[in-house]
């Protein structure tokens, strides 16, 4: 009995472990995904203003070899 008891106990003890990595993991994502938005925002609204400027899209102009 003593055993097994031991033996959850160990195994409680690795999944705290593991719930605290993952909660860490979460937390960097989190973040990460905030500075990306944040970048994307930025780039939409500079696209915009370029659109607004009259600034030709490079994507929407034709190659020089047509």
């Given at each position: 009995m003593e055993d097994?008891?031991?033996?959850?106990?160990?195994?409680i003890a690795h999944l705290e472990r593991n719930v605290e990595d993952l909660s860490e993991v979460v937390a960097r994502q989190s973040a990460e995904i905030a500075q990306l938005r944040r970048r994307?925002?930025?780039?939409?609204?500079?696209?915009?203003?370029?659109?607004a400027e009259g600034?030709?899209?490079l994507a929407d102009q034709r190659p020089p070899h047509y």
């Amino acid at each position: 009995m003593e055993d097994r008891i031991e033996a959850a106990e160990v195994q409680i003890a690795h999944l705290e472990r593991n719930v605290e990595d993952l909660s860490e993991v979460v937390a960097r994502q989190s973040a990460e995904i905030a500075q990306l938005r944040r970048r994307v925002e930025m780039l939409l609204e500079r696209e915009a203003d370029r659109e607004a400027e009259g600034v030709a899209v490079l994507a929407d102009q034709r190659p020089p070899h047509y």
